[in-house]
DNA sequence: GTATATTAGTTTCATTCGTAACTAATTGCA
DNA sequence: TGCAATTAGTTACGAATGAAACTAATATAC
């Protein structure tokens, strides 16, 4: 180890890369979410459903939860509460009637893109005075980080 | 704007910066939590309050809580079960009898010592894979992301 | 073909969390 | 002084969250 290796007996929180992302995260998710939530009663979870079904109609609850990275009873609870605001559509697979199918409605479509111009809006004023070049790099460092972590399995 | 310029009708939430933080910044949180909670019974803000008042004593609960950006009610509740645990001590100010004093105790200290490694062997691997240039990168592109904060004032 | 195991999704319950209301101490100012 | 405004921290309460138990449908084993 080089000399300028931190000391393993001291912990600077400011230095502290998962510290720093949670505290930089949180804060970031919490403007967002002040841009939508009340205007269009729809909380965080409930847009990140409505974000993968814009992308992707036609998902079940668990792939829903897999590409959100939210457990299943966070996307149950979001996906209930989109389907009493008619902001989704839900039927279930034929071929396995456990499987759910669900999709925007045109309600819901209608809000999807309300929401993103604010939500892409708020991460070109997060880019704002980054390079091409330095985005490209967050862009890499970020996917280096979740490739390290310790529990990153394919799940 | 350019023609490689993102449409702003379209969100990729696997380009979406805000998201991928997010859920970077969960898995790593809890991976961490997962080597103390259960070994010191010591929950993430608590573990917080701890290594702030290990990095600088005798803080009051409000510059803890600026310190780490939780909330003040966080740092209460975080406080009250860290003295039931005997692993702080508090008094409060002379000068001013409202203001905590907060530190350590000898048993939290100890406890200190021995989360330090085990965090930062986390972050250790997290960042096995990087140069040290990559480090530095990573740490000016996230104080630059800092500052980019729509809301960011100094509180 | 029935019994068992597995999978999809929901419900329940206990805990956590955040906002707002509150208490107590201090400061400002008339 | 004395009374309103501010500040430090706590309490109370409703909403959000997660783990575990549960229901229903499908797949597997015998």
């Given at each position: 180890m080089?000399?300028?290796?931190?000391?393993?007996?001291?912990?600077?929180?400011?230095?502290?890369?998962?510290?720093?992302?949670?505290?930089?995260s949180n804060r970031i998710s919490r403007s967002i979410a002040d841009g939508y939530e009340e205007r269009f009663q729809l909380t965080?979870?409930?847009?990140?459903?409505?974000?993968?079904?814009?992308?992707?109609?036609?998902?079940s609850a668990g792939q829903v939860a897999d590409r959100t990275a939210m457990d299943k009873v966070a996307v149950s609870r979001a996906v209930s509460k989109l389907l009493e605001a008619g902001r989704i559509e839900r039927h279930f697979a034929n071929e396995d009637r456990r499987r759910s199918v669900l999709a925007l409605s045109e309600d819901g479509n209608k809000i999807y893109h309300e929401v993103i111009p604010i939500a892409l809006g708020y991460e070109a004023k997060l880019f704002e005075k980054f390079s091409e070049t330095e985005k490209r790099q967050l862009d890499e460092l970020l996917l280096k980080l979740s490739a390290s972590q310790v529990g990153a399995t394919d799940d």
């Open positions: 080089s000399e300028n290796e931190k000391a393993n007996d001291t912990l600077l929180l400011a230095d502290f890369l998962p510290y720093r992302l949670s505290v930089l965080l979870p409930e847009w990140r459903v409505m974000a993968v079904l814009g992308e992707e109609p036609d998902l």
